[in-house]
């Protein structure tokens, strides 16, 4: 609705004065590091013919990009922006004066004015005037980037995942424990004798003193039980001549 009264305006007085001095609004631009932007400005009349000028209030007095006699001109053109700035020379019948500004940079933030000139009659001369504000992103770390940003469910995706991890190492290692368990007590099966029989060849001393020390305490049980026969026997002699002997007596 603005924009419509702003046109009324323009044509009002064209009519009374013969001269339309149109000051766009302010308008913000917002783009990224080596983006493209595209600041606006358009005016109601065909501009091929045109004067337009962009500058940049930070920049030195040098243009952002200076249109004159239906070419750009270079030679006061900024050289911070030489090479990265164009007019839509298609467009610019249209009204359209709107600068594109290539491979964006931090430096290239601030406020950016169009004054574009035409002169329609000799009495006439259409007049554009237009404020924008380019604000720049700076560049972030890919690194930073990807530290910080996570898909929703990425961590318990991954948590999981290593705990599955951690379970399937656990079973393989009591599953090789195991069949390892399970060889040794079918090797020993097998080869008992021939182990035993090693380890007695390895070991003779002990496995001699241990059957000396048996035959030592086989004999003493023997020398005990003898001892044990003898005494009863000498027990039973002395009972039956004593026995005798009071028979006797009587």
Known sequence: ????????????????TGNCD?????QTVKVKVNDVA?????????????????????????????????????????????????????????????????????????????????????????HRKCNVTLIVEPEKDPAVDRKQVRVPGTTQ???????????????????LAIILLAAVFFIWRKCKNTILGLLSQLLPSSSSSDSDTNCTRKKQKRRRRNRQRNNKKK???TSLHMGSTSDTST
């Open 1 to 16: 609705m603005k924009s419509i009264l702003l046109v009324l305006l323009s044509s009002v007085a064209l009519n009374f």
């Open 22 to 26: 149109v000051i766009g609004s302010t």
């Open 38 to 126: 595209i600041l606006p400005c358009f005016s109601t009349s065909n501009m091929t013919n045109a004067i337009v000028k962009w500058k940049q209030e930070q920049s030195n007095k040098k243009y952002v990009h200076f249109y004159r006699s239906g070419d750009d001109n270079v030679d006061d053109q900024d050289e911070n922006f030489r090479g990265r700035t164009s007019l839509s020379r298609k467009e610019m019948s249209g009204g359209n004066v709107s600068l594109k500004l290539t491979n964006v940079t931090e430096l290239d933030a601030g406020n950016y004015t169009c004054d574009a000139r035409v002169e329609t009659s000799p009495e006439t001369v259409q």
């Open 157 to 175: 995706k991954r948590d999981h995942g290593t705990t599955v991890g951690i379970c399937v190492i656990i079973f393989i290692i009591v599953i």
């Open 235 to 237: 027990n039973l002699d």
